[in-house]
């Protein structure tokens, strides 16, 4: 699969895309174990060895939340390729990632660990505006299925929200309550993983085209998103 970029990295509605980004007060702060949660999910959902949720800032991508390949902030706007894919409406899938499939951007550091394979879905927040990116990355060939990449934006849109819960606790000075929000998400997200876990032993991976898989992942992703709403109206009020 490939996707065509436009002609440049930087958006003509950048400035208003940074002013949401720094309104969450979120960008190149201390990791928070949700976050984690839902990269370590991600990566076990698809298969990948490293999975990260990246906001997009003005001349850097900082890292909220790496799985496999810890202990990397981030990297320059323009050698990664979440700068390009929030450019994109749709997903983005890079089955076989080339110098030559995103001009946009510098691949030397994807070349360097030898990653081939990127995914990723837009973190989009209530006014439009893309931030940052939810992306699973591998090392080898593989392409997505409509399900598939239906479910990474599910899960997206998912973290995209909990960025919103986060920073309305913050700002009520609500630290305990987003504390025990991450907790209640976590709990869901853990047995999330544990059937992940269940499903990739039983079959080698997880099967998105068996309609009873895909039945239980939508049902685990709708149980996020029943405490995200609950605890966004509980905050909200």
């Known amino acids: 699969m490939t996707t065509t970029f436009p002609e440049s990295l930087v958006p003509a509605n950048d400035a208003a895309r940074l002013r949401t980004l720094h309104q969450y007060d979120i960008v190149n702060t201390t990791p928070e174990p ?6 370590a999910w991600a990566a076990q ?12 800032d003005d001349e850097y991508v900082w890292f ?7 202990g990397i902030p981030g990297l320059p706007r323009v050698e990664s390729m979440c700068s390009a894919a929030i450019l994109q409406d749709e997903p983005v899938v ?17 070349q360097a660990i030898g990653l081939k394979f ?10 439009g505006a893309r931030v940052g990116m939810l992306a699973v990355i591998g090392r080898e060939f593989r392409t997505l299925s409509e399900k598939e990449t239906a479910v990474l934006a599910r899960l997206a849109k998912l973290v995209s929200q909990t960025i919103e819960l986060r920073v309305k606790y913050l700002r009520a000075g609500q630290q305990e309550e987003w504390e025990a929000a ?13 059937l992940a876990r269940y499903l990739t032993s039983r079959n080698g991976r997880i099967d998105f085209d068996d309609d009873d898989v895909a039945q239980i992942i939508e049902r685990r992703l709708d149980s996020v998103a029943k405490v995200l709403k609950r605890r966004m109206g509980q905050v909200a009020g």
């Open 64 to 70: 909220k939340s790496v799985t496999g390949a810890e």
């Open 34 to 39: 949700i976050f984690d949660d839902y990269t």
């Open 45 to 56: 959902l698809f298969n990948c060895p490293i999975s990260l949720i990246s906001l997009v």
């Open 118 to 127: 990127y995914a990723g879905s837009a973190l989009q927040m209530p006014d």
């Open 182 to 194: 991450q907790a209640e998400l976590a709990d869901n997200l853990d047995e999330n993983a544990a």
């Open 94 to 110: 890079q089955s076989d990632y080339k110098p030559e499939s995103c001009t946009l951007i510098k691949p030397d550091v994807a």
